[in-house]
């Protein structure tokens, strides 16, 4: 009879080894979906470095293992002629089944460009390129693009309507076709412009989540909040009414409060899904004991935390150790984790540390995390002895279990050597 860690390894070990999806190839975490499943068709978005900054959509045909790669925009280069992992595109499956890409330069344009699949459920042909404009004086980073079907509306939340540097949103009633601006959603009432950081979830139908902070880590002793939005407004986590989405918060502690930060606690959020019954869980890191110390002498010590909401409060607990900053300067960049969107009890993460020690590794490596019902955490390894970091995991929705990683080294995220990896679980 196999022991219950037997069976627990059983459960997380994966179906099958890792293929490399594309050679070359970038995204951040904060635009989404970056992959999306549709039947037998997995697309993934991008951001190349070596082909000189071109915005990818790979295509994978998961029966026979066949991969197409369409460029979306050639050479998306930065002002300074950099590439960009911001500039990654979002994915959004449309109502008629055709596909909608969604991507810009990190902060240097006022508008994003998108792209629409010629025919339904085919990832092969696209239209030609288009852009929309929010207002003259945007400066847009960032696309997260959600389809609710009672308002058939499509909405693209991003960051810096109006030179704002906050998140913002757009949306479009004909399916992504054409484009309305919206307003700033989570503004911040200080002199500093603090931009507060947004992750995304939605059940399709008539609710979105939005998981935030009060802005960059380095630049804010980050706490952690949610809101949520339906039938035009903003809501905390118990339903109580905030705020139009028309007029947005007037500040983040307007929304619920997850996790408080402090000095030595400083937040940055990684991921949000839903549970059977709609309800938001989320992961976030945390920046131990960084009190005082200047930028690019911080982030040795990060830890990854989860919470959950139970229908009366946000639970949680801190998971494990995340190891070290990727580089200094981004003294919070975690290798990031990512939620199981199925089972709220199993998620992915990236850490050169063991998660239960904290012991260092010589590289990144992507690790399945198991909590029982006790709250406890259980690690197995699923890459170890690697030769090069394993980071940023995703795993999309859709019929087929996949996850997804970027394998490589990231020096900042405009100077980077990547491959987007898949494994089937």
Known sequence: MLTRRQLLLASLAPASSPITLN?????????????????????????AAGRRADIDLTAHHLPSGKTHRVTLHPALLEPRGAYDDHNAPALLIRPDGRYLAVYARHGSENCFYYRVSERPHDPISWSSERRYIPSPTTRLTYSNLHSLSAEKKIYNFFRGLDNSYKPSYCFSEDQGDT?????????????????????????GRDTIHLFYTEGHPRN??????HVYYRNGWLHRS?????APLEKGLDKPEDG????????????WVCDIALDSQGRPYGVYSVQKDSAGLPDGKAGMDLRYR??????????????GHAGTRLYPGEDDYPGNLALD????NLLYLSANADPVTGQHLAHYEIFAAQRDRQTRWRFEPLTTQSTADNIRPIMPLGS?????????????YTNYGLAVMVQKR
Do not use: C
């Open 23 to 47: 050679d070359d190839g970038a995204w951040s975490w904060f635009q989404d979906e970056r992959a999306i499943v549709d039947g037998d068709w997995l697309l993934v978005g991008s951001a």
């Open 179 to 203: 484009w309305r601006t919206g307003n700033v959603v989570i503004r911040v009432p200080a002199t500093e412009r603090h931009r507060p950081y947004v992750k995304y979830a939605s059940n």
């Open 220 to 225: 804010f002793d980050n706490s952690v909040y």
């Open 238 to 242: 118990d339903g109580t009414r905030v």
């Open 256 to 267: 619920t409060l997850v996790f408080k930060g402090d000095p030595n606690n400083v937040a």
């Open 306 to 319: 989860y919470a959950r909401w139970d229908g009366q409060r946000w639970t949680g607990e801190e998971m």
């Open 341 to 344: 969107p199925v089972d709220p």
């Open 400 to 412: 087929r279990r996949l996850l997804l990683w970027l394998r490589g080294r990231y020096t900042t």
